[in-house]
């Protein structure tokens, strides 16, 4: 069965420090993963990976894959009050019609 | 934002009575998704469309049927709800199987 676990479920930071999310994955014929950002709405997108090592970044966010152990890290540097939300994980696999199989979610609090 | 629209946003229904659930979109996006979010199970997939006339089952379908007669429209139908069917609503589209998708502002259902 295929499987998207995200960690940790939960976190309180204060306002400037760096945190460091994970999404593992146990997938057949994985095509791509996703990262969406949601704030009590409708979940907005980050980013997808597709290919293992090169990183994608947006500004002090960013992520990398690696497809031989599993797993991605979504980084936010420098975090404000506003980067609290909860960050979904997605992956999608091949010949499925672009459906995407979430995790549960990192809820991110951040504390002035 | 990507133009899609959810009506009706908020709805309270008996146990037993029928529902539909609008998705509209203005971007004449191939693919549509209809998701349920519920507290620790992250997003579900509940049924895809994947052009006019085609759609397919995502993982928890049971009670739910779908329906697609133009580009534009995908409406969710619960055929006698239930109070496991209490959960918030979101329609997503994508442009291909390929790219990411954006998701609609979700329908909050309370079925009593």
């Known amino acids: 069965e295929d499987k998207v676990v995200q960690s940790p479920l939960s976190l309180v930071v204060h306002e400037g420090d760096t945190v460091t999310l994970n999404c593992s994955y146990e997938v057949t014929n994985f095509r791509s993963l996703l990262w969406y950002k949601q704030e009590k709405k409708a979940p907005t997108f980050l980013f997808m990976l597709?290919?293992?090592?090169i990183e994608k970044k947006s500004g002090r966010l960013s992520s990398i894959l690696d497809k031989k152990e599993l797993f991605s890290i979504l980084n936010i540097t420098a975090t404000q009050t506003g980067d609290s939300a909860v960050y979904l994980c997605?992956?999608?696999?091949?010949?499925?019609?672009?459906?995407?199989?979430f995790g549960a979610g990192t809820q991110v609090v951040v504390t002035p | 934002d990507a133009g899609i629209t959810q009506s009706p946003r908020h709805k309270v229904t008996e146990t037993g009575t029928p529902v539909t659930l609008r998705c509209h979109q203005t971007?004449?996006?191939?693919?549509m998704y209809w998701y349920r979010q519920d507290p620790g199970h992250g997003l579900r997939l509940i049924h895809y469309?994947?052009?006019?006339?085609?759609?397919d089952k995502g993982e928890v379908s049971d009670g739910y049927s779908v329906s697609r007669s133009k580009t534009e429209d995908f409406l969710l139908t619960l055929e006698s709800a239930t109070s496991s069917q209490t959960s918030v609503y979101f329609c997503a589209i994508g442009q291909s199987s390929y790219n990411e998708q954006f998701f609609g502002p979700g329908t909050r259902l309370t079925v009593l």
């Open positions: 997605a992956v999608e696999l091949n010949d499925s019609w672009g459906k995407l199989q």
């Open positions: 469309s994947y052009g006019v006339k085609d759609t």
């Open positions: 971007e004449n996006h191939r693919y």
């Open positions: 597709t290919s293992s090592g």
